[in-house]
């Protein structure tokens, strides 16, 4: 029986992290089913302790099922050897800033993101919910400290909502484009940059969020902590789930409006897109982007980084991709600023092919 079970949970382990091939669109529901990678990566090594501590030779059993599922393992906790980035890489932030918030931490919620961004001299900052650059003064003060040209894209203004994607940078801003697909308020944006001799497009994405309110995430703690009774939490995840799969599903067709812009020009001009994908590693939206261009974070991060930082939600869902006419070096979840709901993701990048 113990080994049937551990058998039937390698099993659905591959199909759960082989599940980031199917389409949103297509299967809501099914492209799920991603988030539960991880807790099956722990009952199956449970497993592998329970044979090592009652008979050995089974423990053929959970081994051969992480090795069969060393791509989707990879992909959601690489473990790279880190390299020096060279002197001439380009350092890029990418941070989701929650409206400057300060993530009910901070009074002086701008100041504390604005100071943290200039302390990591970067060279490209992108942004999401970069919404006071409309109305403050921000623009003159990230210019005095270093970043020249500054960019901002409303990508909804109205009485249900307020969005925008911003842009900071030591390099001109050539052009700026916006990427047109459906959605009410979200967005991606493409701005051209002179990078020496050499023209970057650097795309900031925010995409589809999952629309949970403060109602639905109570609830989701509440059925991991145990509280709630066996129907009610039979009717809450099937909500949870809805909700879920309908944002994938509107999802899917952004980061494919996405994928097409990008493959217009690669192999004439360097490519980075970024941003906040509200999307768990093992998802068609990381996936897909993949296929296009290279993860930065699979191959050159380390563990698991936890970009979404609020409790019982913990996931990467903050990517950054790049062409391969440039190389990535160490790219990483910086967790030393609680300004956001978000941590951002750092990455260093030096336009050259591998």
Aim: overall charge negative; some cysteine.
């Amino acid at each position: 029986m113990m080994t049937g079970a551990n058998v039937a949970t390698v099993v659905v382990m591959l199909l759960v992290g082989y599940s980031d091939r199917i389409n949103p669109a297509d299967h809501p529901l099914v492209s799920t089913v991603g988030m539960a990678f991880p807790i099956l990566l722990l009952i199956n090594m449970g497993f592998l302790l329970f044979w090592l501590i009652f008979k050995w030779t089974r423990a053929w059993v959970p081994v051969v099922g992480y090795v069969l599922a060393y791509i989707p393992i990879s992909i959601y906790m690489p473990l790279n050897v880190g390299s020096s980035p060279p002197d001439d890489a380009i350092k890029l932030v990418s941070y989701n800033v929650c409206s400057y918030g300060g993530n009910y931490r901070y009074d002086d919620g701008f100041e504390t993101v604005r100071d943290y961004l200039i302390d990591e001299q970067a060279d490209i900052v992108c942004l999401q919910e970069d919404n006071d650059s409309w109305r403050r003064n921000c623009f003159k003060q990230y210019e005095e400290r270093g970043l020249q040209y500054n960019d901002t894209v409303v990508l909804s203004h109205n009485a249900q909502s307020f969005n925008c994607l911003g842009i900071h940078t030591k390099y001109p801003i050539i052009h700026r484009e916006r990427i047109v697909y459906p959605t009410v308020s979200n967005g991606s944006a493409a701005w051209w940059l002179q990078v020496g001799s050499d023209t970057l497009i650097v795309v900031n994405n925010h995409f589809e969020s999952c629309h949970l309110n403060q109602e639905d995430r109570r609830q989701y703690r509440q059925i991991l902590k145990g509280e709630m009774d066996s129907d009610s939490v039979r009717a809450e995840s099937q909500l949870l789930m809805v909700k879920l799969a309908e944002a994938n599903a509107k999802r899917s067709k952004q980061i494919d409006a996405v994928c097409d812009y990008v493959s217009q020009y690669l192999g004439r001009y360097p490519v980075i897109v970024c941003g906040d994908f509200n999307d768990n590693p093992i998802s068609y939206s990381r996936h897909q982007m993949s296929k296009v261009l290279h993860d930065c974070f699979v191959e050159t991060g380390r563990g698991i980084g936890l970009s979404y930082n609020q409790k019982a939600f913990s996931f990467r869902i903050d990517h950054i991709f790049c062409s391969s006419d440039m190389t990535p070096y160490q790219c990483h979840i910086d967790t030393k600023i609680d300004a956001s709901d978000h941590n951002p993701i750092v990455c260093w990048l030096k336009i050259g092919g591998k």
